[in-house]
């Protein structure tokens, strides 16, 4: 093989300091110029997940060491054709809790919720009625392939919510259940997380994208 080709088929990628989700975004770069080998360092273990999951699904093979004072180096090697999978949307997540569960094909029912209020007024009320909204989603059909929590209504996967045990029987029914991990950090409840996984907004924003419907409490 020509050394020089092959050099200007690989690249270094720093993501330490980046916030989520702009190692992923980095390493998408890296890959999509014809990039064969790339090697990314990154300086959490939520973006090394995040890395590692989008690659394989862009049918990457993934090696990687660390933590080495702080860093994680992972090597990426392209297949034949590294690309996403058409039948598979990226999925990652924004903190090292994260599940490492696919989550469904894309081009069927969302659920989004982006408060922890269901409608105008009381603000206990609109908690009490939000909750029992998710506790009827399953008694509605189809049921929906993805439910999205972002801004408050992070709050359904924490512990004080009582619509867990209805996110863990809908979970259990094949419904992904995902959080915002940006979300979660302002609000001080990553680690109150019960239920579900963490992910992006670039994630979000991917899943309503190949949505074949959107279905938001007003």
């Known amino acids: 093989m020509n050394w020089m080709f092959w050099k200007k088929k690989t690249a270094r990628v720093d993501c330490c300091g980046l916030s989520c989700p702009q190692p992923v975004l980095a390493v998408k770069d890296a890959l999509e110029a014809g990039n064969r080998l790339v090697e990314v360092v990154v300086d959490n273990e939520a973006a090394k997940n995040n890395v590692t999951r989008f690659a394989q699904d862009r049918n990457c093979t993934v090696t990687g060491s ?67 909204y998710v506790q009827t989603i399953h008694k509605i059909t189809p049921l929906p392939e993805n439910i999205l929590l972002y801004n408050e209504g992070v709050r359904l996967v924490a512990e004080e919510s009582g619509a867990l045990k209805a996110l863990e029987q809908l979970q259990e029914q094949g419904v992904e259940v995902l959080a915002c991990g940006t979300c979660l950090n302002f609000y001080e409840l990553t680690f109150a997380l019960k239920v579900g996984r963490i992910t992006d907004m670039y994630e979000i924003m991917s899943t309503v994208n190949n949505a074949a419907k959107v279905v938001s409490p007003s």
Do not use: F, N
Request: proline share 3%; net charge positive; glycine share 14%.
């Open 66 to 132: 660390g933590p080495e004072t702080g860093c994680w180096t992972l090597m990426l090697k392209a297949g034949r054709v590294c690309r996403r999978k058409q039948a598979a949307p990226e999925h990652y997540s924004c903190a090292s809790a994260a599940s490492t569960a696919s989550i469904g094909s894309g081009g069927g029912l969302v659920y989004v919720i982006s408060s922890s209020s269901m409608g105008q007024g009381s603000d206990d009320l609109g908690w009490a009625l939000l909750q029992t």
